[in-house]
């Protein structure tokens, strides 16, 4: 069943303590089509609550007719902000933007982030924000394991399927994705509750299977057959298997974009708030799937976008790809084992 304004209001209001939004401070809520009512209902309720201004820009939405689905992740890179001026400075001049229409992977995110601005992206269904409302402990579990990932100068990960990939790190910076952005300058995504970085340019190499129950998105689909990527100097090289290996090589192909291949973030999930099998029960486009990439354990690596992380591509294809049951060690000190994660990490 839905979740009641009553609830939301309050998962808002523990989301704005923790974001210390303060009295007489000016939130903007970015929306568009598409945006949850409720969602957007219940959050000016909590904003007016802490005695902020509560403004709202709705933009028109962009790329509707070239993405192969409504997911806003299906195509990102351009948005509704791109060459439209007025309204950047309209987010840029606010303490808090509240997002609910999806501004990940673009340039003005950046410039808004750079400007001291702090964006929150929050549109997932009202029920499953309600259920990862974030806590501090989630900010203490993402920020302990950081302090590891940040340490370390190889990432590798295998599977009983065949899985034993590796990535030099340290050119780039952590993606500690927990719920609340607390300090200026920071994006983060409620729900969420994984850790991420992106592989040094030109060294992911070896070889990820997906084995059945491993996921794809924006696709939302569980494989149900092996999909096997080599990867070689930073790019998925080839993408071998059955017709869902066809499918995710149609789509990536659609973008004629060769950076479309590129390996992207590489982390793992650390929300137990999070669930595998909810992808199971929701329409494909009634989520963006952040059970699957926050779910404890997993090990989520993606193609595509690093300009997140101040690098150079902003293809507009990002494919996010959460697998169970592998091991992820950093410098070979394991953090994630057999799809569990290895306590306090
Ligand atoms: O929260 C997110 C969502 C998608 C993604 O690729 C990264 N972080």
């Given at each position: 069943?839905?979740?009641?304004?009553?609830?939301?209001?309050?998962?808002?209001?523990?989301?704005?303590?923790?974001?210390?939004?303060?009295?007489?401070?000016?939130?903007?809520?970015?929306?568009?089509?598409?945006?949850?009512?409720?969602?957007?209902?219940?959050?000016?309720?909590?904003?007016?609550?802490?005695?902020?201004?509560?403004?709202?820009?709705?933009?028109?939405?962009?790329?509707?007719?070239?993405?192969?689905?409504?997911?806003?992740?299906?195509?990102?890179?351009?948005?509704?902000?791109?060459?439209?001026?007025?309204?950047?400075?309209?987010?840029?001049?606010?303490?808090?933007?509240?997002?609910?229409?999806?501004?990940?992977?673009?340039?003005?995110?950046?410039?808004?982030?750079?400007?001291?601005?702090?964006?929150?992206?929050?549109?997932?269904?009202?029920?499953?924000?309600?259920?990862?409302?974030?806590?501090?402990?989630?900010?203490?579990?993402?920020?302990?394991?950081?302090?590891?990932?940040?340490?370390?100068?190889?990432?590798?990960?295998?599977?009983?399927?065949?899985?034993?990939?590796?990535?030099?790190?340290?050119?780039?910076?952590?993606?500690?994705?927990?719920?609340?952005?607390?300090?200026?300058?920071?994006?983060?995504?409620?729900?969420?509750?994984?850790?991420?970085?992106?592989?040094?340019?030109?060294?992911?190499?070896?070889?990820?299977?997906?084995?059945?129950?491993?996921?794809?998105?924006?696709?939302?689909?569980?494989?149900?057959?092996?999909?096997?990527?080599?990867?070689?100097?930073?790019?998925?090289?080839?993408?071998?298997?059955?017709?869902?290996?066809?499918?995710?090589?149609?789509?990536?192909?659609?973008?004629?974009?060769?950076?479309?291949?590129?390996?992207?973030?590489?982390?793992?999930?650390?929300?137990?708030?999070?669930?595998?099998?909810?992808?199971?029960?929701?329409?494909?486009?009634?989520s963006i799937g952040m059970d699957s990439r926050a779910c404890s354990g997993n090990f989520l690596?993606?193609?595509?976008?690093?300009?997140?992380?101040?690098?150079?591509?902003?293809?507009?294809?990002?494919?996010?790809?959460?697998?169970?049951?592998?091991?992820?060690?950093?410098?070979?000190?394991?953090?994630?084992?057999?799809?569990?994660?290895?306590?306090?990490?």
């Open positions: 069943m839905p979740v009641s304004d009553f609830e939301l209001v309050q998962a808002w209001r523990q989301v704005l303590t923790l974001c210390r939004l303060e009295a007489g401070q000016t939130v903007t809520l970015l929306t568009s089509l598409g945006s949850n009512e409720q969602t957007l209902r219940c959050a000016v309720l909590a904003v007016r609550e802490k005695g902020a201004i509560a403004n709202r820009l709705d933009l028109q939405p962009t790329n509707g007719a070239l993405s192969f689905s409504r997911d806003p992740l299906a195509f990102v890179g351009t948005t509704p902000l791109t060459n439209n001026r007025a309204a950047v400075e309209m987010l840029k001049a606010s303490d808090l933007v509240l997002d609910l229409m999806t501004l990940l992977f673009s340039a003005e995110q950046h410039e808004i982030l750079a400007a001291g601005g702090r964006i929150l992206l929050a549109v997932e269904p009202p029920e499953v924000l309600v259920r990862m409302t974030p806590t501090m402990e989630d900010r203490e579990r993402v920020l302990a394991a950081s302090k590891k990932l940040q340490a370390a100068k190889v990432m590798r990960v295998t599977s009983a399927a065949g899985t034993d990939a590796s990535f030099a790190l340290g050119d780039y910076p952590m993606l500690e994705e927990y719920g609340f952005v607390d300090a200026p300058g920071r994006w983060d995504h409620w729900p969420s509750g994984f850790l991420a970085t992106w592989s040094n340019e030109g060294s992911a190499e070896g070889k990820i299977v997906l084995a059945p129950g491993d996921i794809l998105l924006p696709q939302k689909s569980y494989v149900a057959a092996p999909i096997t990527c080599h990867l070689e100097k930073g790019f998925v090289r080839a993408i071998e298997g059955g017709y869902e290996a066809d499918h995710l090589r149609d789509y990536m192909e659609s973008f004629n974009d060769p950076e479309v291949y590129a390996v992207s973030h590489i982390g793992w999930g650390m929300q137990d708030r999070a669930h595998w099998s909810v992808m199971g029960f929701y329409d494909r486009e009634a690596w993606s193609t595509g976008p690093n300009n997140e992380a101040g690098g150079t591509r902003d293809t507009a294809c990002h494919i996010d790809i959460p697998m169970r049951g592998c091991t992820v060690t950093l410098d070979d000190v394991p953090v994630v084992k057999d799809g569990r994660l290895v306590e306090n990490t």
